[in-house]
């Protein structure tokens, strides 16, 4: 049973069923507020979706300097396993942890409907359960959820494998190369703009987004430390 | 310590699609301004900094935006500063 941490900011609105498809998969979830520092020897911390401090300045601009996301950052340099869902993504954007940043929608409306999602990454600590290909049907609810990266980057992203979402059949905000989720170097961070939280059982319209909760699980403590050296070592031949 | 006031305007990057200036655009079309031929939108912000001097008003603002005001990825800034005495 992995320990999860998810964090509450002022504006967090999905942090109830993000703790509860946490606990729904087997994971032990407890809230951290963003003024505590103590993350609770967490195996896996969830930044949910919402509204941090309104959004203002920029989606996740303030909330990236909170107090906890030090030991966030910490916890993630250290190989531990961070999961950021949408305005979690665009947090873990603006605190550097992920590359790029997430822009208002080409199309400039706000964005809550399903969108279509091929699974492209499956070495990571939320997507080992899925099959490389898999397309999934997840919601999104984002008006900032277009996201951007210097064409190099871009590049480097789909030449080191590190796109773990895309969006297929359509491109709903207008993302660099469909991007609907990516992961850091080390694989260990994961920013996606879908909420697998809100498809995660049939009374949900659908259960595409459980197996992002149950992936955390499935995943052995000890196990990790070593995908993650392996991984470098296979990028560093690249 | 003198006041002074710097003025920040942060802009999405050129190479950046601007959804927001290109409805702008649209609008001013539409009411007849046919002259306009690209509209950008980007925020202005305005501080009251206390500084020895203009310079470093200046390098601290500079400092402001480069951690929070602006997002590099995304977004260029200009600042401008007034005030402090001798002028």
């Known amino acids: ?238 | 310590m003198s006041a002074f006031r710097v003025e920040v305007r942060v802009m999405p990057r050129a190479a950046l699609l601007d959804p927001q200036g290109q409805a702008v655009e649209h609008a001013l079309h539409a009411l007849g301004f046919g002259e306009v031929a690209r509209v950008r939108m980007g925020k202005h912000l305005v501080l009251e900094v206390k500084a020895a001097s203009r310079d470093e008003a200046l390098a601290r603002a500079r400092a402001m935006c480069d951690r929070l005001l602006a997002n590099p990825v995304t977004e260029d800034y200009e600042l401008a500063v007034e005030g402090g005495a001798a002028r």
């Not at chain 1, 869902?85 to 822009?103: H, K, T």
């Open chain 1, 1 to 238: 049973m992995k320990r999860v941490a998810v964090i509450v900011f002022p504006g967090s609105n999905c942090d109830a069923e993000t703790l509860a498809a946490a606990q729904a998969a087997g994971s032990d979830g407890y809230f951290v507020w963003h003024r505590d520092t103590d993350l609770r020897q967490a195996d896996v911390v969830i930044l949910p979706g919402g509204f941090s401090y309104g959004d203002y300045l920029r989606s996740g601009a303030i909330a990236r300097f909170s107090k906890v996301m030090g030991a966030v950052t910490e916890h993630a340099r250290a190989g531990g396993a961070v999961l950021g869902i949408c305005n979690g993504f665009q947090i873990l954007c603006e605190a550097g942890l992920l590359p790029g940043g997430l822009m208002r929608n080409a199309g400039l409306r706000f964005l809550s409907r399903p969108v279509w999602v091929r699974v492209e990454q499956t070495d990571t600590p939320f997507t080992c359960l899925y099959d490389k290909g898999e397309v999934l049907e997840v919601p999104v609810a984002h008006g900032d959820g277009r996201y951007v990266v210097e064409p190099r980057t871009a590049a480097e992203l789909e030449a080191t494998d590190r796109v773990v979402w895309r969006y297929v059949r359509d491109n709903p905000n207008g993302s660099t190369h469909e991007i609907a989720g990516v992961t850091n170097a080390s694989r260990n961070v994961v920013g996606i703009m879908p909420h697998p939280e809100r498809r995660d059982a049939p009374a949900l319209g659908g259960q595409d987004g459980a197996r992002v909760f149950h992936s955390m699980e499935a995943r052995h403590a000890t196990q990790h430390a070593v995908d993650v050296r392996a991984v470098d070592d296979r990028h560093l031949r690249v």
